[in-house]
């Protein structure tokens, strides 16, 4: 009798278990932390202060003041790649088909208006700033469209140095996070809550698909308003998909036509987790049909929803902690401060054109 040999790495598993756990303790304590903010400290039924909030500030500060160990960092990259992704998959359970149609059809034009502002400014800014035009084209790129993700994949067919990489990939995490933190309050105060404008807003002006979710989860616990998050996740991950689009016109601009050799895959760079969301909404949707509908004993599946609902709030508060740890402050301020100034511009032009947009054209479009 022969053993059934089952192809699982367990010794990957073992290496990447404490990183995950210890992403797990962290959205735990924060929840925690909120806990004791809302009814021992404010009296009240909510703290000032969302959990996903709590939990990359609590990940920059241990981050910071204890070193994290290379093992422990398995887990936490682990985390902040794969467990992310999940999260953001299992948010499409809380949209119908007929949602993302209508939020995609609204948040397209305003994701090519926000790119096109965002290139033209970058052109015009590396004239006044003296950056080299590789690290141009990865801050614009990663501020327009998809953050690190955007700029990784764009480096190979520009031949961008690895320094202009980590520079550019350091901007973007730091107006990213500032904006995660700041937008979700700022985009309540604007639009006085209109949550069509303020995931609008929050889709389009933050960088990084992790700090979108994580903004748009904390508006929905501050706020009260699920629709804010579910606006920003359709536009932020439709943002994502022009990636398939301009890195071969980065590509393009840079090498003036000729890719050098450089081989370009869409199927490398697509963004299949977007797919996951869209299957995620599809269940929803026929499972709503199924069960919903000619007095079936719904109890099942209304708890199965709430159940993958509150996984995408762990699995993200998870992710937000591991980003929050694997922030170096020390590397940052290493990095100088001309590639900083472009990124800073770029970031609040990006904020600048997505208000003006919803100001002047949604009564059109909406």
Excluded at 7 to 26: D, E, H, M, S
Excluded at 48 to 66: E, H, K, Q, R, Y
Aim: hydrophobic content about 55%; some cysteine.
């Amino acid at each position: 009798m022969h053993r059934i040999s089952v192809p699982i790495n367990f010794q990957y598993f073992k290496t990447i278990l404490p990183g995950i756990i210890l992403a797990l303790v962290f959205c735990l304590f924060s929840q925690g932390i909120n806990n004791l903010l809302a009814i021992e400290i404010f009296g009240t039924p909510k703290s000032p202060i969302s959990t996903v909030l709590i939990a990359i500030l609590l990940g920059i500060l241990m981050g910071n003041a204890f070193t994290p160990r290379p093992g422990m960092m398995i887990g936490l990259d682990f985390t902040q790649q794969y467990i992310l992704k999940l999260g953001i998959i299992f948010l499409g359970i809380r949209l119908s088909f007929s949602d993302f149609v209508k939020f995609g059809s609204i948040a397209i034009p305003l994701i090519i208006i926000c790119i096109l502002g965002v290139l033209i400014l970058i052109k015009l800014l590396i004239k006044k700033v003296p950056i080299s035009s590789k690290m141009s084209y990865l801050i614009a790129i990663g501020t327009s469209v998809c953050g690190a993700t955007a700029i990784v994949a764009t480096a190979p067919v520009i031949n961008a140095k690895k320094t202009e990489v980590a520079y550019a990939i350091a901007n973007i995490t730091l107006f990213g996070v500032i904006a995660m933190i700041l937008y979700p309050y700022f985009a309540e105060w604007y639009f006085e809550n209109d949550a069509l404008n303020a995931g609008l807003f929050l889709g389009t002006s933050i960088h990084e698909t992790s700090q979108v979710a994580a903004a748009g989860l904390i508006y929905d616990q501050q706020f009260n308003d699920p629709e804010t998050l579910n606006v920003a996740t359709v536009t932020k991950l439709i943002r994502n998909t022009f990636l398939v689009l301009l890195i071969p016109l980065f590509a393009f601009l840079y090498n003036r036509g000729e890719f050098k050799g450089q081989k370009y895959s869409i199927f490398n760079i697509f963004p299949y987790f977007v797919l996951g969301f869209i299957g995620m909404i599809i269940l929803r949707n026929l499972g709503d049909q199924f069960f919903l509908s000619e007095n079936r004993d719904n109890y099942f599946w209304l708890n199965f929803i709430e159940y993958l609902k509150s996984l995408a709030t762990v699995f993200l508060t998870m992710a937000m902690a591991a980003v929050g740890i694997s922030i170096n402050i020390n590397e940052l301020k290493s990095m100088g401060y001309k590639p900083f100034i472009v990124g800073l511009i770029a970031a609040v032009t990006v904020g600048i054109i997505s208000l003006i947009y919803i100001e002047t054209l949604s009564d059109f479009i909406i």
